[in-house]
């Protein structure tokens, strides 16, 4: 494995890439962090109504609501991410999303991959006609990093005993 090799890992046959979202919360961290919010935002709301100022109230729970919809959109995608597998055939190429989840194969010999050309750009992955996009994931620095290690693990020979 060449020096330049950050986000591959070897596997028996061929390489393996997981890009995941940077999550720095643990599940645990993330309900106690949703508690905190959401015990902050009723302790001022409820001082305030306590001082007569009851029009708080509807605004608070107003404001509630927008949390727990961001705290739910959070959690729906906390387990999002991309596995991309090559081995002596195919380049295999697994998506989660929000739950659900998605593959693509494409063929060893066809796959051509293209770097980001900006930085919201992602990297593109063509053969036979089809075109995967990959890295929404990582940052995009990461992405050119990606690119760069898919197309050396591409050109190399498949391993021996893997086909």
């Given at each position: 494995?060449?020096?330049?090799?950050?986000?591959?890992?070897?596997?028996?046959?061929?390489?393996?890439?997981?890009?995941?979202r940077n999550g720095a919360l643990t599940p645990r961290q993330f309900v106690a962090a949703f508690a905190?919010?959401?015990?902050?935002?009723?302790?001022?709301?409820?001082?305030?109504?306590?001082?007569?100022?009851?029009?708080?109230?509807?605004?608070?729970?107003?404001?509630?609501?927008?949390?727990?919809?961001?705290?739910?959109?959070?959690?729906?995608?906390?387990?999002?991410?991309?596995?991309?597998?090559?081995?002596?055939?195919?380049?295999?190429?697994?998506?989660?999303?929000?739950?659900?989840?998605?593959?693509?194969?494409?063929?060893?010999?066809?796959?051509?991959?293209?770097?980001?050309?900006?930085?919201?750009?992602?990297?593109?992955?063509?053969?036979?006609?089809?075109?995967?996009?990959?890295?929404?994931?990582?940052?995009?620095?990461?992405?050119?990093?990606?690119?760069?290690?898919?197309?050396?693990?591409?050109?190399?020979?498949?391993?021996?005993?893997?086909?």
């Amino acid at each position: 494995m060449p020096p330049a090799l950050r986000l591959a890992q070897a596997m028996p046959g061929g390489w393996r890439w997981q890009l995941r979202r940077n999550g720095a919360l643990t599940p645990r961290q993330f309900v106690a962090a949703f508690a905190l919010a959401c015990g902050a935002l009723l302790a001022v709301a409820l001082m305030f109504a306590s001082l007569g100022a009851t029009l708080v109230l509807p605004f608070a729970a107003l404001e509630l609501g927008v949390v727990v919809l961001a705290f739910a959109w959070m959690a729906r995608h906390a387990a999002d991410r991309e596995e991309l597998e090559l081995d002596a055939a195919l380049l295999h190429v697994r998506r989660w999303e929000a739950g659900k989840a998605a593959a693509v194969q494409l063929p060893r010999p066809w796959v051509r991959v293209e770097s980001p050309g900006h930085a919201r750009d992602l990297v593109r992955l063509r053969a036979v006609g089809r075109i995967v996009e990959v890295g929404r994931h990582v940052r995009p620095e990461v992405r050119q990093q990606l690119a760069h290690e898919l197309r050396w693990a591409l050109a190399q020979p498949a391993p021996p005993g893997s086909g």
